[in-house]
């Protein structure tokens, strides 16, 4: 069987605990390779190879690093095939959507930061005719990074590029859910000749390893996605630290419907920002919210549409929903359904448990599921599910919908339906979410600003956003 190994300082090497855990194919239902159950030991090695390698990577000529990361990134596309497969069979995704949104993606990151590095400017200030103040940007030194299982090399990359490009050496995790990518990519990272100690990749259990991340002195930043419980774990580890933090959380995002908008592109768009990825994508609008001269016919063609979606074998071209990441995860979407239906709500399709006949027939499928009648302040309404898991609710007054949509801890991203201009504007200022799309959804401009409010997170990545967090900014003012 297949055993990952831990990036330290430039060599695959085994974990200090010489111990290693299971490391499952959701869509079987079976252990398919073995990922190093890591610890502290290993944090410190690989602290003591990155804190060697930042003097020679952040002095190194901003033309150079950027070209060893324009070469990963071609790597990445060479290895579109390997990776894709590697993604699909680690988190039961579709394999179609591993080729055409998650490892593009993760070639994208890496390619827009190597750019970014060259053009990371700072600005000058003149203090009328007494001064002149300029500003200096310096890499924060060792950046940990730790990511999730939902989109496994495309979250590991959107970290690791601008921390890499802006001069920071780093010792990551990938989730130990789906390690694979990220081992196959610090493979790359050796064949691209980036030097060693500058990237290093840990895994393991998040309380071990990830934990001893976030406690290592060494590390002064830290950039996290994952859930909002974890986020607060770590932020109660780093403050006392006073460790810069970049935490990017949970969400249970808002999609608002209203009456004009294009219909046919609301409903498709819907479909997808409801049910790509399981589900598992924390921008999914798993809150659909309806104007009331519109809801019955929404409702009826959304259903139709979401009973069409192909369930089963990841790897089959057609498939449009895979398997959930883990058995655990599995039981806590149906567990959700199980509380819609306790709070009243009723189910139109979906809620159980799919067997897919053949090679997938012990794997962890759900329906797309969707569920009408409930209240927006009820549990399913205000908890992530973080599944295949929708509610739709009828709304009538402007007011009355933009109080339902922000009435959850979260604040991640919404989505708007309308072809009314001045009505979007208004809407938008009023949502409390980082990120508000309207007349789409997920599209992504890699300049923009990402992250979210309230129990969303704290900070945001992405362009210039990203650069300026694995910086430390120094003004220095000189006398005319
Ligand atoms: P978790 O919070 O469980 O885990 C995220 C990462 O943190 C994993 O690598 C995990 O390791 C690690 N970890 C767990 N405990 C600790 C700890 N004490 N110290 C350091 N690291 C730790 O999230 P999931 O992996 O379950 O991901 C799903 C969540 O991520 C959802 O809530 C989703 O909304 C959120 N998310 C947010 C995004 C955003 O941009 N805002 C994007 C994507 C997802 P291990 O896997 O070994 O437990």
Redesign the pocket.
């Known amino acids: 069987m297949e055993k990952i190994l831990n990036y330290v300082n430039g060599e695959f090497v085994e974990p200090s605990s010489g111990k290693y855990i299971d490391n499952y194919d959701p869509a079987e239902g079976k252990v398919y390779s073995l990922i190093p159950d890591s610890d502290g030991r290993d944090v410190a090695a690989a602290t003591d190879g990155a804190k060697l390698a930042f003097k020679g990577w952040s002095s190194l000529a901003v033309e150079k690093r950027s070209a060893i990361l324009t070469h990963l990134a071609d790597l990445i596309d060479r290895d579109i095939e390997k990776l894709s497969m590697a993604e699909s069979q680690d988190s039961g995704k579709p394999l179609s959507l591993a080729k055409s949104l998650d490892i593009p993606r993760a070639a994208s990151n890496i390619r827009f930061y190597a750019t970014a590095a060259v053009h990371f400017a700072s600005e000058a200030h003149i203090t009328d005719t007494e001064a002149i103040n300029y500003t200096t940007r310096s890499p924060v030194g060792v950046a940990g990074c730790?990511?999730?299982?939902?989109?496994p090399l495309y979250?590991f990359t959107w970290k690791i590029a601008p921390a890499l490009a802006a001069g920071c050496t780093v010792v990551a995790?990938?989730?130990?859910?789906t390690p694979m990518t990220a081992y196959l990519f610090s493979r790359l990272c050796k064949e691209a000749g980036l030097p060693k100690g500058v990237l290093n990749v840990l895994h393991?259990?998040?309380?071990k390893v990830?934990?001893a991340?976030?406690e290592h002195p060494e590390i002064t930043a830290i950039s996290?996605?994952?859930?909002?419980?974890?986020?607060k774990?770590?932020a109660a580890t780093a403050a006392p630290m006073l460790k810069k933090i970049s935490l990017?959380?949970?969400?249970k995002n808002p999609n608002i419907v209203f009456a004009d908008c294009d219909l046919e592109l609301a409903l498709q768009t819907s479909i997808s920002s409801s049910f790509t990825n399981q589900g598992e994508?924390?921008l999914c609008g798993s809150r659909i919210f309806v104007e009331r001269s519109l809801y019955d016919h929404f409702v009826k063609e959304f259903v139709k549409r979401t009973k069409a979606l192909t369930i089963g074998d990841p790897l089959e071209a057609t498939t449009r929903i895979g398997s959930l990441v883990s058995e655990a995860h599995m039981k806590k979407v149906l567990s959700y359904i199980e509380l819609a239906k306790q709070e009243g709500g009723k189910l139109l399709t979906g809620g159980t448990r799919v067997e897919v006949k053949g090679r997938c027939a012990g794997g962890y499928f759900v329906e797309p599921t969707v569920v009408v009648g409930l209240d927006h302040l009820c549990r399913t309404n205000q908890e992530?599910i973080?599944g295949p898991v929708v509610t739709i609710m009828p709304f009538d007054e402007e007011a009355e919908v933009v109080e339902y949509a922000n009435s959850t801890t979260y604040g991640?991203s919404a989505t708007l339906w309308t072809e009314n201009l001045k009505k979007a504007h208004r809407i938008s200022a009023q949502l409390k979410s980082g990120i508000v799309w309207v007349n789409c959804w997920l599209l992504r401009d890699l300049r923009t600003p990402f992250?979210?409010m309230k129990q969303?997170?704290i900070g945001r990545e992405g362009g210039w956003e990203a650069m300026r967090f694995f910086t430390e900014t120094k003004n220095v003012c000189i006398k005319l």
């Not at 730790?146 to 989109?151: Q, V």
């Not at 393991?204 to 309380?207: A, E, F, K, N, V």
């Not at 990017?248 to 969400?251: S, T």
């Open positions: 730790i990511s999730p299982w939902n989109l979250l995790k990938p989730s130990e859910l393991g259990l998040g309380p990830g934990q991340i976030i996290f996605t994952g859930g909002t419980v974890t986020g774990k770590i990017e959380l949970g969400g994508i924390c992530e973080f991640l992250g979210g969303s997170g």
